[in-house]
T-cell receptor, first 113, second 112 residues
Framework: GQNIDQPTEMTATEGAIVQINCTYQ??????LFWYQQHAGEAPTFLSY????GLEEKGRFSSFLSRSKGYSYLLLKELQMKDSASYLC??????????????FGAGTRLAVHP | EAQVTQNPRYLITVTGKKLTVTCSQNMNHEYMSWYRQDPGLGLRQIYY???????DKGDVPEGYKVSRKEKRNFPLILESPSPNQTSLYFCASSFTVADTQYFGPGTRLTVL
């Protein structure tokens, strides 16, 4: 089966760095996505990892370790507008699984002054 | 402007009254998908479509139907809605199944 775990809530200070972890237990792996979702709005794409290592994109970076079933999203120089939910999603293996995304419940991040 | 649109954005209905939520994309995407989002459960896939006339079940298809007669449209049909289908629904599309999905603005459905 598939199971994706993320912390439910996190808080951080404006200007700081925060790391949001995601662990997954799936019978295989075909890639991991991070999405940002502001309250009441649609998820928007942040990053995609399929190989081990760090992918950097501006203030946001995402790391993947396939052997550990682990990813994190790193947000630097936090801004108030970064207050949102961050969703980790895994594409399971197999021809049927490749057509799907399995989402975690999301991590709600609150950035305060 | 490239976008995924959904209608209606908000809907309150009663048990058993058939309804359709429309989804349309103007990006010529082949892959389209429907999700529902419930507190504490995250996004769960209902149905997806690889291309015109090709649809398949996601993880929570019970009580829903879909069709894909044209590439741009992927309506979600609730033949006999029940209160446990009260949820926030998102449509998404991508060029292929391997690409990033773009989400519509969401439809908040309440079934009384």
């Amino acid at each position: 089966g598939q199971n994706i775990d993320q912390p439910t809530e996190m808080t951080a200070t404006e200007g700081a760095i925060v790391q949001i972890n995601c662990t997954y237990q799936t019978s295989g792996f075909n890639g991991l996505f991070w999405y940002q979702q502001h309250a009441g709005e649609a998820p928007t794409f942040l990053s995609y990892n399929v190989l081990d290592g760090l992918e950097e994109k501006g203030r946001f970076s995402s790391f993947l370790s396939r052997s550990k079933g682990y990813s994190y999203l790193l947000l630097k120089e936090l801004q108030m507008k970064d207050s949102a939910s961050y969703l980790c999603a895994v594409r399971p293996p197999g021809s049927g699984g490749y057509n799907k995304l399995i989402f975690g419940a999301g991590t709600r991040l609150a950035v305060h002054p | 402007e490239a976008q995924v649109t959904q209608n209606p954005r908000y809907l309150i209905t009663v048990t058993g009254k058939k309804l359709t939520v429309t989804c349309s994309q103007n990006m010529n995407h082949e892959y389209m998908s429907w999700y529902r989002q419930d507190p504490g459960l995250g996004l769960r896939q209902i149905y997806y479509s690889m291309n015109v006339e090709v649809t398949d079940k996601g993880d929570v298809p019970e009580g829903y139907k879909v069709s894909r007669k044209e590439k741009r449209n992927f309506p979600l049909i609730l033949e006999s809605p029940s209160p446990n289908q009260t949820s926030l629904y998102f449509c998404a599309s991508s060029f292929t199944v391997a690409d990033t999905q773009y989400f519509g603005p969401g439809t908040r459905l309440t079934v009384l």
